[in-house]
T-cell receptor, first 111, second 112 residues
Framework: QQPVQSPQAVILREGEDAVINCSSS?????VHWYRQKHGEAPVFLMI?????EQKGHDKISASFNEKKQQSSLYLTASQLSYSGTYFC????????????FGEGTQLTVNP | DAGVIQSPRHEVTEMGQEVTLRCKPI?????LFWYRQTMMRGLELLIY????????DSGMPEDRFSAKMPNASFSTLKIQPSEPRDSAVYFC??????????FGPGTRLTVL
Protein backbone atom coordinates (compact mmCIF):
# COMPACT_ATOMS: atom_id res chain seq x y z
CA GLN A 1 0.00 0.00 0.00
CA GLN A 2 1.48 3.27 -1.16
CA PRO A 3 1.86 5.96 1.54
CA VAL A 4 -0.03 9.18 0.97
CA GLN A 5 1.88 12.43 0.87
CA SER A 6 0.48 15.90 1.33
CA PRO A 7 0.53 18.47 -0.03
CA GLN A 8 1.21 17.43 -3.62
CA ALA A 9 2.99 20.69 -4.30
CA VAL A 10 4.05 23.77 -2.39
CA ILE A 11 5.61 27.06 -3.42
CA LEU A 12 7.62 29.08 -0.96
CA ARG A 13 9.64 32.23 -0.83
CA GLU A 14 13.19 31.90 0.42
CA GLY A 15 13.22 31.89 4.22
CA GLU A 16 9.70 30.49 4.66
CA ASP A 17 8.89 27.20 6.37
CA ALA A 18 7.11 24.12 5.04
CA VAL A 19 5.78 20.83 6.34
CA ILE A 20 5.36 17.70 4.24
CA ASN A 21 3.29 14.85 5.58
CA CYS A 22 3.39 11.13 4.89
CA SER A 23 0.76 8.73 6.15
CA SER A 24 0.13 5.03 5.75
CA SER A 25 -2.72 2.65 6.38
CA UNK A 26 -0.25 -0.04 7.40
CA UNK A 27 1.76 -0.39 10.59
CA UNK A 28 5.14 1.07 9.82
CA UNK A 29 8.59 -0.04 10.87
CA UNK A 30 10.49 2.90 9.46
CA VAL A 31 10.14 5.96 7.27
CA HIS A 32 12.80 7.12 4.83
CA TRP A 33 12.89 10.63 3.35
CA TYR A 34 14.50 11.46 0.01
CA ARG A 35 14.82 14.56 -2.14
CA GLN A 36 15.05 14.37 -5.91
CA LYS A 37 16.00 17.25 -8.17
CA HIS A 38 14.87 17.26 -11.76
CA GLY A 39 16.85 14.82 -13.87
CA GLU A 40 18.78 13.47 -10.90
CA ALA A 41 18.61 10.49 -8.58
CA PRO A 42 16.80 10.56 -5.24
CA VAL A 43 19.15 11.62 -2.45
CA PHE A 44 18.76 10.24 1.05
CA LEU A 45 17.85 12.77 3.74
CA MET A 46 17.06 10.76 6.85
CA ILE A 47 15.54 7.60 8.25
CA UNK A 48 13.27 7.36 11.27
CA UNK A 49 13.01 4.04 13.02
CA UNK A 50 10.95 4.37 16.16
CA UNK A 51 7.66 5.88 17.20
CA UNK A 52 7.97 9.46 18.30
CA GLU A 53 11.50 9.70 16.99
CA GLN A 54 12.59 13.03 15.67
CA LYS A 55 15.70 13.77 13.68
CA GLY A 56 17.28 16.83 12.26
CA HIS A 57 19.78 17.68 9.58
CA ASP A 58 20.74 21.32 9.30
CA LYS A 59 17.36 23.08 8.97
CA ILE A 60 15.50 19.97 7.87
CA SER A 61 13.98 17.75 10.52
CA ALA A 62 11.40 14.99 10.68
CA SER A 63 9.17 13.23 13.14
CA PHE A 64 7.63 9.79 13.13
CA ASN A 65 4.47 8.96 15.04
CA GLU A 66 4.36 5.18 14.94
CA LYS A 67 0.91 4.98 16.54
CA LYS A 68 -0.63 7.25 13.95
CA GLN A 69 1.48 5.74 11.15
CA GLN A 70 2.51 9.20 10.11
CA SER A 71 5.70 11.09 9.48
CA SER A 72 6.27 14.77 8.85
CA LEU A 73 9.23 16.53 7.28
CA TYR A 74 9.90 20.07 8.45
CA LEU A 75 11.87 22.53 6.36
CA THR A 76 12.66 25.75 8.16
CA ALA A 77 14.06 28.97 6.71
CA SER A 78 13.96 27.40 3.27
CA GLN A 79 16.79 27.94 0.82
CA LEU A 80 16.75 27.89 -2.97
CA SER A 81 18.64 24.59 -2.82
CA TYR A 82 15.67 22.95 -1.07
CA SER A 83 13.69 22.93 -4.30
CA GLY A 84 12.89 19.47 -5.59
CA THR A 85 10.50 16.60 -5.11
CA TYR A 86 10.39 15.02 -1.67
CA PHE A 87 9.52 11.36 -1.30
CA CYS A 88 8.76 9.31 1.75
CA UNK A 89 9.46 5.60 1.59
CA UNK A 90 7.94 3.24 4.12
CA UNK A 91 8.39 -0.33 5.17
CA UNK A 92 6.62 -2.57 7.63
CA UNK A 93 7.62 -5.41 9.87
CA UNK A 94 6.49 -7.88 7.21
CA UNK A 95 7.82 -6.13 4.12
CA UNK A 96 11.44 -6.95 4.74
CA UNK A 97 13.68 -4.40 3.10
CA UNK A 98 11.06 -3.44 0.54
CA UNK A 99 10.34 0.29 0.51
CA UNK A 100 7.12 1.67 -0.91
CA PHE A 101 7.37 5.29 -1.99
CA GLY A 102 4.72 7.97 -1.94
CA GLU A 103 3.89 9.99 -5.02
CA GLY A 104 6.10 12.82 -3.90
CA THR A 105 5.68 16.47 -2.92
CA GLN A 106 7.04 19.05 -5.33
CA LEU A 107 8.64 21.91 -3.42
CA THR A 108 9.60 25.14 -5.18
CA VAL A 109 11.53 27.84 -3.37
CA ASN A 110 11.59 31.21 -5.09
CA PRO A 111 13.89 34.15 -4.33
CA ASP B 1 34.22 6.32 -2.30
CA ALA B 2 32.38 5.77 -5.52
CA GLY B 3 28.63 5.65 -5.31
CA VAL B 4 26.35 3.33 -7.20
CA ILE B 5 27.36 3.16 -10.84
CA GLN B 6 24.88 2.55 -13.64
CA SER B 7 25.34 2.16 -17.36
CA PRO B 8 24.36 3.24 -19.85
CA ARG B 9 23.03 6.61 -18.69
CA HIS B 10 20.79 6.90 -21.73
CA GLU B 11 19.47 4.20 -24.00
CA VAL B 12 17.33 4.64 -27.08
CA THR B 13 16.15 1.49 -28.77
CA GLU B 14 13.43 0.25 -31.04
CA MET B 15 10.50 -1.86 -30.01
CA GLY B 16 11.35 -5.53 -29.97
CA GLN B 17 15.03 -5.07 -29.21
CA GLU B 18 16.75 -6.47 -26.15
CA VAL B 19 17.89 -3.95 -23.55
CA THR B 20 20.40 -4.62 -20.79
CA LEU B 21 20.93 -2.20 -17.94
CA ARG B 22 23.92 -2.56 -15.65
CA CYS B 23 24.61 -1.67 -12.04
CA LYS B 24 27.62 -1.73 -9.75
CA PRO B 25 26.62 -1.29 -6.10
CA ILE B 26 28.63 0.44 -3.42
CA UNK B 27 31.41 -1.84 -2.22
CA UNK B 28 30.43 -3.69 0.95
CA UNK B 29 26.71 -3.28 0.48
CA UNK B 30 24.75 -6.52 0.64
CA UNK B 31 21.41 -5.35 -0.76
CA LEU B 32 20.69 -4.24 -4.31
CA PHE B 33 17.41 -2.78 -5.56
CA TRP B 34 16.07 -2.07 -9.04
CA TYR B 35 13.45 0.67 -9.39
CA ARG B 36 11.53 2.14 -12.27
CA GLN B 37 10.27 5.74 -12.27
CA THR B 38 7.59 7.15 -14.54
CA MET B 39 5.28 10.12 -14.29
CA MET B 40 2.25 7.87 -14.19
CA ARG B 41 3.40 5.25 -11.70
CA GLY B 42 6.02 7.11 -9.68
CA LEU B 43 8.94 5.25 -8.15
CA GLU B 44 8.26 1.55 -7.99
CA LEU B 45 10.41 -1.33 -6.82
CA LEU B 46 10.95 -4.03 -9.41
CA ILE B 47 13.18 -6.51 -7.58
CA TYR B 48 15.75 -6.65 -4.82
CA UNK B 49 18.63 -8.94 -3.94
CA UNK B 50 20.32 -9.83 -0.68
CA UNK B 51 23.79 -11.34 -0.91
CA UNK B 52 23.24 -11.85 -4.66
CA UNK B 53 20.02 -13.83 -4.13
CA UNK B 54 16.70 -12.44 -5.42
CA UNK B 55 14.42 -11.89 -2.44
CA UNK B 56 11.36 -10.14 -3.82
CA ASP B 57 10.58 -9.92 -7.53
CA SER B 58 6.87 -9.20 -7.13
CA GLY B 59 7.33 -5.83 -8.80
CA MET B 60 8.69 -7.21 -12.05
CA PRO B 61 5.95 -6.31 -14.52
CA GLU B 62 6.05 -9.41 -16.72
CA ASP B 63 8.20 -12.18 -18.08
CA ARG B 64 9.90 -9.80 -20.48
CA PHE B 65 11.84 -8.46 -17.50
CA SER B 66 14.62 -10.41 -15.84
CA ALA B 67 17.36 -9.50 -13.38
CA LYS B 68 20.53 -11.22 -12.30
CA MET B 69 23.25 -10.62 -9.78
CA PRO B 70 26.13 -12.97 -10.57
CA ASN B 71 28.39 -11.48 -7.90
CA ALA B 72 28.43 -8.85 -5.18
CA SER B 73 29.64 -6.10 -7.48
CA PHE B 74 27.44 -6.45 -10.54
CA SER B 75 23.79 -6.74 -11.49
CA THR B 76 21.84 -6.56 -14.73
CA LEU B 77 18.24 -5.83 -15.60
CA LYS B 78 17.21 -7.15 -18.98
CA ILE B 79 14.12 -6.39 -21.02
CA GLN B 80 13.43 -8.71 -23.94
CA PRO B 81 11.59 -7.78 -26.09
CA SER B 82 11.27 -4.11 -25.22
CA GLU B 83 8.06 -2.15 -25.73
CA PRO B 84 7.34 1.60 -25.81
CA ARG B 85 5.58 1.38 -22.43
CA ASP B 86 8.89 0.30 -20.89
CA SER B 87 10.22 3.83 -21.43
CA ALA B 88 11.19 5.15 -18.02
CA VAL B 89 14.13 5.98 -15.80
CA TYR B 90 15.54 2.86 -14.17
CA PHE B 91 17.41 3.31 -10.91
CA CYS B 92 19.63 0.90 -9.10
CA UNK B 93 20.15 1.39 -5.36
CA UNK B 94 22.24 -0.42 -2.78
CA UNK B 95 22.28 -0.59 0.98
CA UNK B 96 24.04 -2.25 3.86
CA UNK B 97 21.87 -4.49 6.03
CA UNK B 98 18.78 -3.34 4.19
CA UNK B 99 18.66 0.11 5.68
CA UNK B 100 19.56 3.38 3.97
CA UNK B 101 19.35 2.99 0.21
CA UNK B 102 21.74 4.93 -1.99
CA PHE B 103 20.59 5.47 -5.54
CA GLY B 104 22.64 5.43 -8.70
CA PRO B 105 22.27 8.15 -11.34
CA GLY B 106 19.74 6.12 -13.31
CA THR B 107 19.36 4.96 -16.89
CA ARG B 108 16.89 6.85 -19.04
CA LEU B 109 15.37 4.30 -21.42
CA THR B 110 13.41 5.32 -24.49
CA VAL B 111 11.77 2.61 -26.57
CA LEU B 112 10.57 3.85 -29.95
Amino acid sequence: QQPVQSPQAVILREGEDAVINCSSSKALYSVHWYRQKHGEAPVFLMILLKGGEQKGHDKISASFNEKKQQSSLYLTASQLSYSGTYFCGTDSVTSGSRLTFGEGTQLTVNP
Amino acid sequence: DAGVIQSPRHEVTEMGQEVTLRCKPISGHDYLFWYRQTMMRGLELLIYFNNNVPIDDSGMPEDRFSAKMPNASFSTLKIQPSEPRDSAVYFCASSFAGRTQYFGPGTRLTVL
